[in-house]
């Protein structure tokens, strides 16, 4: 099993709609968890941490589910300029802090 | 305030010969991390260092691959004696603690192997 999950994707949306990405880890000593957004196979780059309590930023809302291991990625009103790989990223302090990324999910915003 | 600097951008290598990745860390960041990603797939960790140490290098193959952050200067990826399976995106990441902490990524260093 991998040690980070993610939906296979692609996304293809339209302009405007609301989109959810889904990602699951395995190791339940995980304590720190990012999405990153990478474009065009450029470097990936922080989207948003992920807190035990939820948190958004503006149309982008990230919640996490310690229980069920899972963390989701919530778009509303997608832009045009949102389409990019969606990655989910975990990290564990007894494996030295390092990120372990998932497989990445592609969106694509068509007018 | 420079962000994480990598070079080159884009090496060519020929089958056998070494590649040297450079990866100079953001001022102040102690913490570098190498992943490689291959087409059509996502990042692969692959080594983690702190400053002269080498913390975590499960990711990394035991043969031809080494890493290092020597006290002055950027960190190294090195690759001996290519093959064409090297041929990827090899990324450089930096952050100034252990987890909980944001990572900042190079651009990359596109290798690829003739």
């Known amino acids: 099993r991998k040690e980070v999950e993610q939906d296979p994707g692609p996304f293809n949306v339209p302009e405007g709609a609301t989109v959810a990405f889904n990602c699951t880890y395995s190791n339940s000593a995980s304590q720190s968890f990012f999405w990153y957004r990478q474009d065009c196979r450029k470097e990936p780059k922080l989207l948003m941490s992920?807190?035990?309590s939820g948190n958004e930023d503006g149309r982008f809302t990230a919640q996490l589910n310690r229980a069920s291991q899972y963390i989701s990625l919530l778009i509303r009103d997608s832009k045009l300029s949102d389409s990019a790989t969606y990655l989910c990223v975990v990290s564990t302090i007894n494996q030295g802090g390092k990120l372990i990324f998932g497989q990445g999910t592609e969106l694509s915003v068509k007018p | 305030n420079a962000g994480v600097m990598q070079n080159p951008r884009h090496l060519v290598r020929r089958r056998g010969q070494e590649a040297r990745l450079r990866c100079s860390p953001v001022k102040g960041h102690s913490h570098v991390y190498w992943y490689r990603q291959l087409p059509e797939e996502g990042l692969k960790f692959m080594v983690y260092?702190?400053?002269?140490?080498?913390?975590?290098e499960s990711g990394m193959p035991k043969e031809r691959f080494s890493a290092e952050f020597p006290k002055e200067g950027p960190s190294i990826l090195r690759i001996q004696q290519v093959v064409r399976g090297d041929s990827a995106a090899y990324f450089c990441a930096s952050s100034p603690s252990m987890a909980n902490t944001e990572a900042f990524f190079g651009q990359g260093t596109r290798l690829t192997v003739v």
């Open positions: 260092l702190q400053k002269e140490n080498i913390i975590d």
């Open positions: 992920v807190y035990s």
